[in-house]
């Protein structure tokens, strides 16, 4: 009986290491899955810098093609008008509106005539009420105008109007416009996930001073510009050297100066200056060279604007995260690494760009922000150590990705004109061992490159790379903190009524 006893014993013992091992054997393959899912993302996204140059050299093609001729490419090359910008030796009060994508500012600016005098700021932000990203046009602009005058009412009160005349504004508008005059324009087409119909084709500035006068306040939109534009501004004006300006936030976009006889597509229109700010859509800027993902297409094909902003869904901020969730989508439903598939995983745009960031600079040692965030927001919980780092990874890849593609971006900026070192461009650019190379300032905002500290290294890292050390020490890129909406005061007061001996020339 003792025998059978110890041989039943032996048999169990033996069908528990049975299961045990067969367990770690499943486990082991559900691993080798996910990793390979991440070996394949990682390889899609790959970025080493010979491929960062080719999407420089394609930006820099797009953009003469662009400036060839009306849809001579995915990069739209828009005239803005802005032919002076601010020099410093603006006066007098002045107001903006930045109506960007998430946030929405009112500014008054208070200009003391001297180079970076800017008197007094005042800012007042709101966001943009979900309802109206899909109203009508009226509504949107009431709104805007009824938040105008409540600032105004309140800045003034009790204080002597600024002057006799109107007041005058600025009005940053961050969307395609294809622009009439300086302060005219015709919204192309909605992004960002906007889309108020009635609007697309009609004049910007008109709808704006239509909704003040429904209002009762006596103002008039000196300028209408975008982000881009308005950065640009604020960047000239405090330092000259500034050339292009940069967004990366919900959206991204630039623009730079161009010699007016590059622009061909303007010939005939009066440029007094010699040289025009153009507004480059860059969201919209596509080539073979771009590492895309099956990501990448899952999330084109479900946006509202399939084909359509493609450099920027591989970029920008609201974009991010739902890249990262798409991936995490996908190894939860080959394996079990996340537990059960959670339904939160298939939200659309769950995951946002300051979560993303905050999971990728997780630097306690259990990755507790992981932990919190994955449990908090997609309801997966209990993840091993690794899986949290598994996520990091993720995050990594695709933030990694993104900023050097907008390095690759302002690369391409700087080639064409001619301040990459390559002796190329079409502003005298000097050969890579120059030690005159001129002092080239990109102005950036945007909240992902201000408030995300990885993807700014990784920006920096890489313009490094593609330009090398001996061109980028003469590259600084320099964050105007709002930009876009001071900048649009500026030009108000540069292309102000009564300011017409504000024109300065570059
Ligand atoms: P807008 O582009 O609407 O004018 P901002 O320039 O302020 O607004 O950028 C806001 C965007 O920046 C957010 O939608 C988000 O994508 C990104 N962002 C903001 N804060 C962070 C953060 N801490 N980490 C990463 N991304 C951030
Ligand atoms: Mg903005």
Known sequence: MGKVAAGVAALAACAVAGVVVGRRVRSRRKWKRVVGVLKELEEACETPVGRLRQVVDAMAVEMHAGLASEGGSKLKMLLTFVDHLPTGSEIGTYYALDFGGTNFRVLRVQLGGRRSSILSQDVEQRPIPQHLMTST??????????????????????????????????????????????????????????????????????????????????????????????????????????????????????????????????????????????????????????????????????????????????????????????????????????????????????????????????????????????????????VSLKVRKLVVRICDVVTRRAARLAAAGIGGILKKIGRDGSGGGVAGGRSRSDPEMRRTVVAIEGGLYTSYMMFREYLHEALNEILGEDVAQHVILKVTEDGSGIGGALLAAANSSSSVDNVGKW
């Open 137 to 382: 046009s009226e509504d949107l602009f009431d709104f805007i105008a009824s938040t105008l005058k409540q600032f105004v009412e309140k800045e003034e009160n009790g204080s002597e109007p600024s002057s006799v005349r109107a007041r005058e504004l600025g009005l940053t508008f961050s969307f395609p416009v294809r622009q009439l005059s300086i302060h005219s324009g015709i919204l192309i087409k909605w992004t960002k996930g906007f889309a108020i119909e009635d609007m697309v084709g009609k004049e910007v500035v008109g709808l704006l001073e239509a909704a003040l006068v429904r209002s009762g306040l006596d103002m008039r939109a000196a300028v209408l510009v975008n982000d881009a534009v308005g950065t640009l501004a604020l960047g000239h004006y405090d330092d000259a050297d500034t050339v292009a300006a940069v967004i990366i936030g919900t959206g991204t976009n630039a623009c730079y100066l161009e010699r007016a006889d590059a622009i061909i597509k303007c010939q005939g229109h009066l440029i007094t200056s010699g040289c025009m700010a153009v507004n480059m859509e860059w969201g919209n800027f596509w080539s073979s060279h771009l590492p895309r993902t099956s990501y990448d297409i899952d999330l084109d094909l479900e946006s509202p604007n399939p084909n359509d902003q493609g450099f920027e869904k591989m970029i920008s901020g609201i974009y991010l995260g739902d890249i990262v969730r798409r991936v995490i989508l996908r190894m939860s439903q080959e394996s079990d690494i996340f537990g059960p598939v959670s339904s939160r995983l298939s939200i659309p745009f769950i995951l946002q760009a300051p979560l993303l960031a905050a999971m990728h600079e997780d630097d306690s040692p259990e990755l507790k922000e992981v932990d919190k965030i994955l449990k908090e927001t997609l309801e997966i919980s209990e």
